[in-house]
């Protein structure tokens, strides 16, 4: 999938994911798609309920080695 920026939040838990993924959507553009890569397992609940909290498209999301990918279409 194409995306226009790429945030890695391995390592880290709820609730800096979000708070790194709000962050970044602050400096884009609506309909671009932001990357998002974690580790933490509750990030999958946490990306759910911010997309639907802040109107912002979850467009997928992937698991493969403990690893979680998002990609997220801003509003």
């Known amino acids: ?3 226009d ?4 939040v391995r390592g880290l838990n ?4 979000i708070l790194r993924t709000k962050k970044s959507l602050v400096d ?13 397992p509750g990030a ?3 990306f759910q309920v911010f997309a639907e909290q802040t ?6 999301l992937s698991e493969a ?3 979680f990918t998002f990609y997220m279409k801003k509003r």
């Open 14 to 17: 709820c609730p800096l994911p």
């Open 65 to 67: 080695a403990g690893e």
């Open 44 to 46: 999958v609940i946490d």
């Open 5 to 8: 920026k790429e945030l890695d």
């Open 55 to 60: 109107g912002n498209e979850l467009l997928s």
């Open 1 to 3: 999938m194409n995306y």
């Open 28 to 40: 884009m553009i609506s309909g671009q798609v932001l990357k998002i890569i974690a580790t933490d």
